[in-house]
């Protein structure tokens, strides 16, 4: 299966760029998804807070992602 990640902020700029495409033999949850992201992607761990959208709704980690899912990573926002 492989997944098509959007990332904004911070996010994309520790996957290096606006979006990547990973790869997994079996599907995920967001849960792991999230997982693998921070055992592939370090910096990942340092974030205070991390969402996971899938098609344009907040996903729990418990909610399968499939492979025509659009999954956007949302960065920390601080404002004011």
């Not at 911070?10 to 967001?30: F, H, M, Q």
């Not at 370090?42 to 996903?59: C, D, Q, R």
Request: aromatic share 4%; proline share 5%.
């Amino acid at each position: 299966m492989e997944i098509n990640i959007l990332a904004f902020g911070i996010a994309r700029d520790i996957l290096g760029g606006p979006n990547i495409k990973l790869s997994s033999e079996k599907n995920l949850t967001v849960g792991q998804l999230l997982e693998l992201l921070k055992e592939r992607y370090p910096a990942f761990k340092e974030l205070t807070s991390l969402a996971i959208a899938v098609n344009a709704e907040y996903a729990g980690e418990s909610q399968l992602i499939s492979a025509d899912d659009e999954v956007v990573i949302i960065p920390p926002v601080a404002g004011g």
